[in-house]
């Protein structure tokens, strides 16, 4: 280290200084990592905090970095300058991101764990790091809302121009709706029955927890009264008796109630003669008399 000038020997020690810094801030994430999210893991909240710790984690370091190469004393104005200048030179996309990351965290628009819909995108919040939130996407091509396998990537910035759909926050639940076509000579008191036994039945383990969470929400916002219990509405159509069944489910079961409603009504229907599901189906019962081509002609 003698035979090395001076003010390259202070140029060597300010980069080792700034690579300790940034092997300190990434073991700082390992660790809050391994203590966040592998222990609490059960909890989404805590993979939000984390995203939130780690963030500030780097940007801390850089500003020590920063304050490492231009001094700890006099310098800190040109520090500020400099970065001010950099972000000057930025892209708007850029700060923007940063301004949308800042947004999402202090308003809790949304966290990790919640179902949302940002534009065409709609799935569940992965990451939400300084420019970008990473969604695991659920429908396009598959029906209903199960994931496709794609990580959308989307820029926090996009969160100022479009609407911003949260499926979790405040209320994990869902109002969902089928409907079945019944022939007008169907029992229709019957089927009428027959759907709202169904929709009880697959939905009375988390009507207490719903209208539990939504009378907080009714102290919070202005709402409505509206009925948990599942709802049958009727209607009168040219072809047949439209029957529609609207129950509240948990976001995530969404598919997997229906699919169990429509399996369980098939099976009652199927054993009631009279009650017959509906289609636009045309059959034709016989064909008018042909005369004679000989006959025609004449």
Do not use: C
């Amino acid at each position: 280290m003698t035979l090395v000038p001076q003010e390259y020997r202070a140029i060597l020690v300010k980069f080792i200084s700034s690579f300790l810094v940034l092997v300190i801030a990434a073991i700082s994430n390992k660790v809050s990592e391994k203590v966040l999210i592998k222990r609490y893991s059960s909890h989404p909240h805590m993979h939000t905090l984390y995203s939130v710790f780690r963030n500030m984690i780097w940007l801390l370091s850089i500003f020590i970095v920063l304050i490492i190469w231009l001094g700890e004393r006099g310098n800190f104005t040109v520090a500020m300058g400099i970065l001010g200048a950099g972000i000057a030179f930025a892209s708007q996309e850029t700060i923007g991101s940063f301004t949308g990351f800042l947004n999402i965290v202090t308003s809790n628009l949304f966290q990790i764990g919640d179902r949302i819909r940002i534009g065409n995108v709609t799935g569940d919040v992965m990451d939400i790091s300084l420019m970008r939130t990473s969604v695991m996407e659920i429908g396009e091509w598959v029906k209903a809302d199960q994931y496709t396998g794609r990580i959308v990537s989307i820029a926090n910035n996009f969160i100022f121009s479009n609407p911003v759909i949260n499926y979790t926050k405040n209320w994990p639940f869902l109002w969902d709706e089928i409907t079945i076509p019944i022939t007008y000579d169907s029992d229709w008191r019957l089927a009428e029955e027959i759907i709202l036994k169904e929709g009880e039945n697959n939905s009375k383990t988390i009507q207490a927890e719903a209208s539990k969470e939504l009378k907080k929400i009714d102290k919070k916002y202005l709402l409505k009264k509206t009925a948990i219990e599942p709802t049958l509405y009727v209607t009168l159509t040219d072809n047949w008796i439209e029957m529609t069944l609207r129950y509240v489910v948990n976001f995530s079961e969404r598919r997997e109630v229906k699919g169990k409603l429509y399996y369980e009504l098939l099976k009652t229907f199927e054993a009631e003669s009279t009650i017959t599901i509906a289609s636009s189906t045309i059959e034709i019962v016989g064909f008018p008399p042909l005369k004679n081509i000989g006959e025609m002609g004449k």
